[in-house]
């Protein structure tokens, strides 16, 4: 038998979520202070039970936050990304803290 596992959809255990710190350098207590105009980068990957990217991961990832942020809130994995995506977010207002979740409904999983 011949083939590939592509056909195959592989479902996350976890979605981890990594904040990119600011431009300009930045350090100690304000290394993520982001001020208005600055992009964000959150990089999400799918991760399985052993903590590997899944590199055909083919889920729905939505982004959502109740910060200023203007946000492209969904991304449909392809299998292409090789399990990680980075959505830039480009800050609005003065946010003094902020949250951002993704979320795989469909796999029940959140990351923060």
Same mark, same amino acid.
């Given at each position: 038998?011949?083939?590939?596992?592509?056909? =195959?959809?592989?479902? %996350? +255990?976890?979605? /981890?979520? &990594?904040?990119?710190? %600011? %431009?300009?350098?930045?350090?100690?207590?304000?290394? $993520?202070?982001? $001020?208005?105009? /600055?992009?964000?980068t959150?990089?999400v990957?799918?991760l399985?039970e052993?903590?590997?990217? &899944?590199?055909?991961?083919?889920?729905?990832? +939505?982004?959502?936050? +109740?910060?200023?942020?203007? =946000?492209?809130?969904?991304?449909?994995?392809?299998?292409? /990304?090789?399990?990680? $995506?980075?959505?830039?977010?480009?800050?609005? +207002?003065?946010?003094?803290s902020?949250?951002?979740?993704?979320?795989?409904? /469909?796999?029940?999983?959140?990351?923060t």
């Open positions: 038998m011949t083939g590939d596992s592509t056909a =195959i959809r592989f479902v %996350p +255990k976890k979605l /981890e979520a &990594i904040l990119s710190a %600011p %431009p300009g350098g930045r350090s100690g207590e304000n290394l $993520y202070t982001y $001020y208005v105009g /600055e992009t964000i959150v990089t990957k799918a399985d052993s903590g590997q990217v &899944i590199a055909n991961y083919g889920g729905l990832v +939505k982004l959502s936050t +109740k910060a200023g942020f203007a =946000i492209k809130d969904e991304y449909q994995f392809t299998g292409e /990304e090789g399990g990680t $995506y980075s959505f830039d977010l480009q800050t609005t +207002k003065d946010e003094a902020f949250t951002i979740t993704a979320s795989d409904e /469909e796999a029940g999983l959140t990351a």
